[in-house]
């Protein structure tokens, strides 16, 4: 009897064989299933020992994709050249020009653009809205070149790129935006002139895009089209890269013979290949070089501020700018003749701001580190006469190099004093700038607020008391 049914499954043997190993491929149909909306037919392929191996995926391509990945890493991070904080303003957009605005820019160099960022790229990121990308410069064609007549600030270059696009990049540090200018330069030089014109990283982005199926049928093709000893030399190198540690072995080896046999420094100075310096240099010896117990440079610095910066307002509490305080660092270190009237040092704050930049990189301070504890103790004192005296006994033992040193500086800060309804800078203004960058302890191990009080009131005790702890029988 056959009874028929909706729900009747019919099975279809397709191909059979005889032998031990074969291939039997099911059709499995039902009607009233509700998977019809789904794949009605599977096979299954039987092998010899009854396993049914799986389907091969679909996704072996992005597989191997994520394999390359973790070789070669992305091409952004491979080929960012520099980042960093930069004063950016756009002046024109395809040609046209923009009112000229500027704003801070955290730009990322890469070898065929630039990115900018309101802020750092790390921070950037996660806060970035779908779909919004940074604004970018096409560097491929592009023009860099330096310009003063664009804006009246000073260390500006301007770049212009082949769709006519106008940007202007600043920094108040010079070697910063020398820096800048040296790296966008060189990643232009290396770009083709014509925009369309694929690069060699493009072509490395297209490697990289690739499958790793893909990628090393191609480096199979390249060694089967050289030539059998080039495939040989290839290989050698694969294989046998012991001469490059031997190499390497070598050079080190060079390298040490070359610093255990050259000339100490102390040679050197005495030779007169190196100069002593006057920043970073012990206060005791610049004094014993220029035969004296002040140093020139602390004196010709007083001589300027007296002259021409008593009644500025925050004189030694506004600082100056610190490019131009690095190049005057430079031209004092170098024992090049130094004139403070020069025009470019017309900033009376750049000359205080060196004033204070050598006493800060004394190695050490003016206060000697053995002299601290015996300063916090006579500031500590209750009775101000006893404060005053104790402090007086401390300065007599003092070196000569830092007493009159001393003497000579406090003696010009009670000037500025003088001037306080000019220049705002009280006794209690000028404690704070000049008690942490004269005095301080050799190991911060105690409480650095406390000491920072008791650094205050030094420096403060010193001014106030001026002429009862520094005088003498002929004042």
Request: charged fraction near 30%; hydrophobic fraction near 35%; include cysteine.
């Amino acid at each position: 009897m056959q009874k028929s049914t909706n729900s009747d499954t019919s099975v279809e043997t397709l191909n059979s064989t005889r032998q031990g190993t074969g291939a039997v491929q099911m059709r499995i149909k039902n009607a009233n299933s509700h998977h019809d909306r789904l794949s009605q037919s599977k096979s299954m392929i039987l092998t010899d020992v009854g396993k049914v191996t799986e389907p091969i995926s679909r996704h072996r391509r992005n597989h191997s994709q994520h394999v390359l990945n973790d070789v070669i890493p992305p091409l952004e991070q491979l080929m960012v050249e520099k980042e960093g904080y930069l004063q950016k303003a756009k002046i024109a957009d395809g040609g046209k020009k923009l009112r000229k605005n500027w704003s801070t820019s955290w730009i990322v160099l890469s070898s065929r653009k630039i990115e900018f960022y309101k802020e750092s790229k790390q921070q950037a990121l996660p806060n970035m809205k779908t779909g919004h990308k940074p604004e970018s410069v096409d560097l491929c064609g592009a023009h860099i070149e330096w310009t003063k007549e664009k804006s009246s600030r000073k260390n500006v270059f301007q770049i212009t790129t082949a769709s006519g696009n106008e940007f202007l990049l600043q920094s108040d540090i010079d070697f910063i935006i020398l820096d800048w200018f040296h790296a966008i330069k060189n990643a232009i030089d290396r770009l083709p002139k014509d925009p369309s014109t694929p690069s060699r990283n493009l072509e490395l982005f297209k490697i990289q895009r690739s499958s790793s199926t893909d990628l090393l049928s191609h480096y199979d093709n390249d060694i089967k089209e050289q030539k059998p000893e080039h495939r040989k030399s290839l290989m050698f190198r694969l294989h046998h890269s012991a001469s490059d540690t031997n190499d390497k072995n070598r050079v080190k080896s060079r390298l040490k013979k070359f610093i255990t046999r050259r000339p100490s420094l102390k040679t050197l100075q005495e030779k007169g290949l190196i100069k002593d310096q006057i920043f970073g240099s012990h206060l005791h010896k610049v004094c014993e070089r220029e035969n004296s117990t002040v140093p020139r440079f602390v004196k010709q610095c007083i001589e300027a501020v007296e002259k021409r910066g008593l009644d500025v307002d925050g004189i030694y509490r506004v600082s100056g700018n610190l490019a131009t305080i690095q190049k005057l660092r430079f031209i004092v270190n170098q024992e090049e003749k130094l004139n403070l009237d020069d025009s470019q040092w017309e900033d009376i704050h750049v000359v205080t701001g060196a004033l204070k930049m050598f006493f800060r990189e004394l190695p050490e301070p003016l206060f000697p580190f053995s002299f601290f504890e015996r300063f916090v103790e006579a500031i500590k004192k209750q009775d101000n006469n006893t404060r005053i005296e104790t402090m007086k006994s401390l300065v007599q033992k003092l070196p000569p190099s830092n007493r009159d040193t001393m003497k000579v500086l406090f003696g010009h800060l009670t000037k500025i004093v003088d001037k306080a309804s000019k220049n705002l800078m009280s006794t209690q203004s000028l404690g704070i700038v000049f008690g942490p960058t004269l005095l301080r302890a050799e190991n911060e191990t105690g409480n650095m607020a406390i000491h920072m009080v008791y650094q205050n009131q030094i420096a403060e005790l010193m001014l106030s008391e001026y002429k009862k702890i520094f005088g003498s029988e002929e004042d």
